[in-house]
T-cell receptor, first 113, second 111 residues
Framework: GNSVTQMEGPVTLSEEAFLTINCTYT??????LFWYVQYPGEGLQLLLK?????DKGSNKGFEATYRKETTSFHLEKGSVQVSDSAVYFC????????????FGKGTSLLVTP | DGGITQSPKYLFRKEGQNVTLSCEQN?????MYWYRQDPGQGLRLIYY???????QKGDIAEGYSVSREKKESFPLTVTSAQKNPTAFYLC??????????FGSGTRLTVV
């Protein structure tokens, strides 16, 4: 079946530091890959996505590249801000589960001034 | 504006009682999903439905039931058989592939 593994948090960084949150997956076929973000007290928001190998998703300074050879979709940002403090979820979808999103456990990020 | 409405936002029930969580969408999406969110567990899939009058079990369906009599509606019943029902429940919908929209969630507390 499908599964997503992402690095455990919490991750604490100083403002302007470089961010990497690792995400690897197990799935058959060619899943679509996603990063979602949940800010404190708010709902789930799509951050970026990639639908095929070597695609790079990007949004708000965040990037992730779909690497089929390493089954990975690591999230990166060159310079984090305090406002990036949130929980980040890696997810995939494919036809195995009716295109339902399968999520990782989430990584909490705290950025300090 | 189109979207997903989950109601109520907070729900309290006594142990042993069944409770139904509402999820309505006006996006004309074919597929709908229910997730459960617990701290440190991420979002786990309970049930999903790709078309009206059809639904499939997700990873943690035990103790839950759903129906899909209308395209717009996908209510979730938390039964007394669910051992640990206190959680945050999220509903979502999508076109068959991609374009997911999430509701704002219902926090269920069983006392």
């Amino acid at each position: 079946g499908n599964s997503v593994t992402q690095m455990e948090g919490p991750v604490t960084l100083s403002e302007e530091a470089f961010l990497t949150i690792n995400c690897t997956y197990t799935a058959t076929g060619y899943p679509s890959l996603f990063w979602y973000v949940q800010y404190p007290g708010e709902g789930l928001q799509l951050l970026l996505k990639a639908t095929k190998a070597d695609d790079k998703g990007s949004n708000k300074g965040f990037e992730a590249t779909y690497r089929k050879e390493t089954t990975s979709f690591h999230l990166e940002k060159g310079s984090v801000q305090v406002s990036d403090s949130a929980v980040y979820f890696c997810a995939l979808s494919n036809s195995n589960s009716g295109y339902a999103l399968n999520f990782g456990k989430g990584t909490s990020l705290l950025v300090t001034p | 504006d189109g979207g997903i409405t989950q109601s109520p936002k907070y729900l309290f029930r006594k142990e042993g009682q069944n409770v139904t969580l509402s999820c309505e969408q006006n996006l004309n999406h074919d597929a709908m999903y229910w997730y459960r969110q617990d701290p440190g567990q991420g979002l786990r899939l309970i049930y999903y439905s790709q078309i009206v009058n059809d639904f499939q079990k997700g990873d943690i369906a035990e103790g839950y039931s759903v129906s899909r009599e209308k395209k717009e509606s996908f209510p979730l019943t938390v039964t007394s058989a669910q051992k640990n029902p206190t959680a945050f429940y999220l509903c979502a919908s999508s076109l068959t592939v991609g374009g997911y929209t999430f509701g704002s969630g219902t926090r269920l507390t069983v006392v």
